[in-house]
């Protein structure tokens, strides 16, 4: 079976190499990968920014879903035809967050990721896929939907009546939306692009605003909202100081992303005399996961895709997801 392998950092030098299958442990399963998504962290991965220290060669990506199609003997659950998914983290069940070495065992990271044509994995590392999604649908879950809904629901209880902003339109952002407009809250969004603010405009966001004609877009989103409840904040060092002036006393900010930037210049003050929480979210567990897709199901929300592409131009989409612009997740697909 084909695999796509990284001997050095560097997206260019990606190769696609043939790999000897291995025989099924007990308690393993082997899926077939019918799809993969790409997040911001592959990229990172693969340039060498993530964690330079990972040991190469390694297979990239972290999220994927595809079909059984055989199981170890222990194996309880899990049947030869169940469509799965992968979970981003292999050491977290439930609870709080694991500490170290628990929180580094990842696909795509310290072991083998998912852009590759089978994968064993052990069946605890997967969860069955909502019936209403595509297999590039399902693949986009495990890091960006289950993201959004610890960030926002778990986490953030997010709720009618609530008011979200979201910055961007990449995966995580337009899963944020659906989930924000499925529990009845209203969603400010931010991009640099009015073509995707309109985009997202039409999947029920109820506010867009530009940042190019709005560089100071904090006192535009209160303007329009009258302040938000919730942020959904990706920018990192770049935009907490427009965050902090959007957002409500007593507010909450979702620290899910640092795209620009992880020392900000903020003024502490701000967030201790108007009482807001800053939380950080790495992703959640495997239950925050199974909670994820029932609520998919109850609500029929099918992720936004930007673009699918085959399996052989897996490099190529790699080597430009760093660019940006795209309008959901691009996934690859291999069936």
């Known amino acids: 079976m084909r695999a796509w392998s990284l001997p050095t950092f560097g ?19 082997r ?12 990229y990172m991965v693969v340039e060498g920014h993530y964690d330079p220290r990972l040991p190469l060669p390694l297979v990239p990506l972290s999220d994927g879903a595809g079909r059984v199609t055989e ?10 035809g169940d469509r799965v998914a992968a979970t981003f ?31 064993l994995l052990d069946q605890r590392e997967l969860v069955r896929v909502p019936a209403h999604l595509n297999a590039g649908e399902a693949a986009s879950l495990p890091c960006a939907g289950v993201t959004a809904w610890s960030a926002l629901i778990e986490q953030g209880r997010l709720t009618a009546g609530d008011t979200l902003l979201v910055q961007g339109t990449g995966g995580v952002a337009l899963f ?8 009845g809250a209203e969603v400010a969004i931010l991009s640099s692009s009015p073509e995707r603010l309109e985009r997202a405009l039409a999947l029920g966001a109820d506010h867009g605003v530009c940042t190019k004609d709005w560089p100071e877009w904090g006192d535009r989103v209160r303007k ?28 909450y900010v979702a620290l899910v992303g640092v795209l620009g930037g992880t020392r900000p210049h903020l003024d502490l003050l701000s967030v201790v005399m108007r009482n807001v929480r800053l ?3 790495i992703v959640g567990s495997r239950q925050s996961f199974l909670s994820l897709n029932r609520a998919l199901e109850a609500g029929g929300l099918h992720p936004a895709i930007d673009r699918r592409v085959p399996f052989e131009g897996a490099k190529d989409a790699l080597a430009s997801f760093g660019i940006g612009g795209h309008f959901g997740k691009v996934v690859i697909e291999l069936v």
């Open 176 to 183: 944020a939306l659906g989930l924000a407009k499925m529990v």
């Open 224 to 251: 329009l909202t009258g302040g938000v409840t919730h942020v959904l904040e990706l920018g990192g060092a770049d935009t907490l100081t427009q965050t902090l002036r959007c957002v409500r006393p007593g507010g």
């Open 279 to 281: 939380q950080g979210v």
């Open 71 to 80: 199981v170890g003997e222990t194996v309880e659950g899990l049947k030869i």
């Open 11 to 29: 997206a260019e030098r990606l190769q696609l190499v043939d790999v000897e299958p291995q025989p099924v442990g007990p308690t393993q399963v």
């Open 89 to 119: 983290f292999q050491d977290w069940e439930a609870g709080p967050v694991p500490e170290g070495r628990r929180l580094r065992r990842t696909r795509g990271g310290l072991l083998p990721g998912m852009l590759q044509e089978e994968i």
């Open 31 to 42: 899926l077939r990968v019918e799809a993969c998504s790409l997040n911001y962290r592959d």
